[in-house]
């Protein structure tokens, strides 16, 4: 087994579980990868220098091709079911070893990295066979520059990607040829089938998922930036492009964790979704489109002039661009800064019926944390083809795998959002946050059913901006009560997509009710539910406030 690169960890891989390859290429540089990405014929280079790259038929993530090994050590941490299918070690064990003899011929990238706090910090190992999955990784994970670092690196987790590896089903026990399988005892992650690498990056999400809460830390699937100073934090969850602000800075794009002493990031990059952007909506996230070491996942490339269309989706509506943090120009690179002043719920408006922005109470605000009404887009995940009205329960139930994060410890502790979701005294004295709900750039259902497709327009995004940073410099809106009506169309219509919409979330939360098995939680659901459906109807005209 060769090694090339400038930084060879004395911690090498043959240490876990992979005793044998062609060449092993460590750390190598963004400029590096994209070359070999190129000559192993894996990527092209478009005209402005950014590495696009084709994912075959995984378009988007493969949500029912994960698994979580079971053991004593873990079975009664997790939360199985839908989201967490169990996996048998025997057949993971089987697994492992015919991906290490698959791998054992082959030249290996691997990237070494570790996370923004140092006291949360989990030394992470990415294994890939594929030069740009490496250069994703790269794009994606916060760098260590220290070469002595990297040369002494021992990770505490390692992902080992072998992406044109194809599960048999029939012998190995996966859904089909792809598969996650996530060893949470062992700290391992070993993808398989699958090109897209979005599969590495939430993997890595979801087993901080299930060790910062642990260390008192909420882990939290949403954006971050902050004003005039690093005490003035809003959180984004939901439709995280948004919190690119030219007039705040970003603290992270879509991974963060909140401890005892405020925010901190998770990665060091952005993935963000690109169909139909343009340099007019969204300025910074188009220019890194242009840039040089951007990865741009199944964007429409002419074969000749190499010039992209983002406004193409003959590949998928689901293209993506990955890129580093340093990219973009109002960003805090130290990836740390003080409690929340603002959580702000960005939902897609599927449906159409919610107000484009309203201040919540507290209950309103659990409710919708651990509901999260949102919307499945198109090509997010496999088989997704339209968008559709979906519930991820603290906006990031797909990667939550320990029953912990989801089960509030008192009534008492529903009464604040977020610390309600951790058994961590301190958090639970807290006062209560001033949360929102945004909804911009919604269509109707009749709209989209005449085959409306694009990004929300400036005009609305500018609006849902401005509000969002009125809310974060701390003005007041009317206390659980939107602050803008619908638009005067299909009133109708309206009302039946939102009798429509009250129906899904009393099944869906109360379902999430029952899964807990908490009596005294039940009652405060049906309160919660209570209190929601009255808005939605007062708001819609169905009833008097």
């Not at 003035?232 to 939901?238: E, H, K, Q, Y």
Request: with cysteine.
């Amino acid at each position: 087994m060769r090694h090339e690169g400038p930084f060879v960890s004395s911690f090498g891989i043959d240490r876990q579980g992979l005793p044998e390859a062609r060449t092993v290429y460590w750390n190598l540089s963004p400029a590096r990868l994209c070359e070999m990405a190129v000559l192993r014929g894996e990527a092209k280079l478009a005209s402005e220098g950014p590495l696009v790259c084709l994912t075959g038929s995984h378009t988007g993530r493969s949500p029912q091709d994960k698994f979580v090994v079971g053991g004593a050590a873990i079975d009664g941490e997790i939360w199985w079911g839908e989201v967490n299918r169990r996996f048998e070690r025997e057949r993971y064990e089987a697994q492992w070893r015919r991906v290490r003899q698959y791998l054992a011929d082959r030249d290996l990238f691997v990237f070494d990295y570790a996370g923004t706090d140092p006291r949360y910090r989990l030394p992470v190992r990415v294994v890939t066979e594929l030069a740009w999955h490496n250069l994703f990784a790269h794009n994606m994970f916060l760098r260590e520059s220290d070469g002595s670092r990297l040369a002494s690196f021992e990770p505490g987790m390692a992902v080992v990607d072998a992406a044109l590896f194809q599960a048999d089903p029939g012998r190995d026990g996966t859904r089909g040829a792809t598969f996650i399988l996530l060893d949470l005892a062992r700290r391992t992650v070993l993808i398989g089938g699958a090109r897209y690498a979005g599969e590495i990056k939430k993997s890595v999400f979801s087993v901080m998922n299930y060790l910062l809460p642990g260390q008192q830390v909420l882990p939290m699937h949403c954006s971050a930036n902050y004003g005039a100073t690093r005490d003035d934090v809003a959180l984004f969850f939901g439709q995280t492009t948004l919190s690119a602000d030219p007039g705040r800075t970003l603290i992270g794009d879509d991974e963060h964790g909140w401890s005892a002493d405020g925010v901190f990031n998770v990665e060091g990059g952005c993935y963000a979704k690109v169909i139909r952007l343009s340099r007019e909506g969204e300025p910074e996230i188009y220019e890194t489109t242009r840039r040089f070491g951007t990865v741009l996942e199944n964007v429409v490339c002419d074969e000749e002039s190499r010039e992209l269309d983002l406004d193409a989706d003959t590949l998928t509506e689901n293209t993506r661009s990955s890129y580093p943090l340093t990219q973009l120009a109002s960003v805090d690179l130290g990836g740390c800064a003080g409690d929340p002043k603002h959580v702000v719920f960005l939902t897609c408006n599927v449906l159409g019926v919610l107000p484009p922005i309203s201040r919540l109470t507290p209950d309103q605000a659990m409710y919708h944390f651990l509901s999260g009404y949102t919307a499945r887009v198109a090509g997010t995940e496999r088989g997704v083809t339209d968008s559709e009205v979906t519930f991820s329960s603290c906006f990031a139930s797909p990667f939550l795998p320990p029953s912990r994060c989801l089960r509030p410890t008192s009534r008492r502790a529903l009464a604040t959002l977020p610390g309600a979701l951790l058994a961590d005294q301190h958090r639970l004295e807290r006062r209560t946050l001033p949360t929102w709900q945004a909804a911009p750039g919604g269509l109707h259902p009749p709209h989209r059913a005449r085959g409306a497709k694009r990004r929300a327009p400036r005009p609305s995004t500018n609006k849902a901006r401005g509000a969002k940073r009125r809310v974060a410099e701390g003005e007041r809106g009317g206390r659980g009560k939107p602050t803008a009506k619908p638009p005067e169309l299909a009133r109708t219509s309206v009302g039946a997509w939102g009798s429509a919409l009250i129906g899904l979330l009393v099944i869906a939360f109360t379902a999430y009710g029952m899964i807990i098995g908490d009596h005294e939680l039940l009652g405060k659901i049906w309160s919660l539910i209570s209190g929601a459906v009255g808005a939605i109807m007062a708001w819609l005209g169905l009833r008097k406030a």
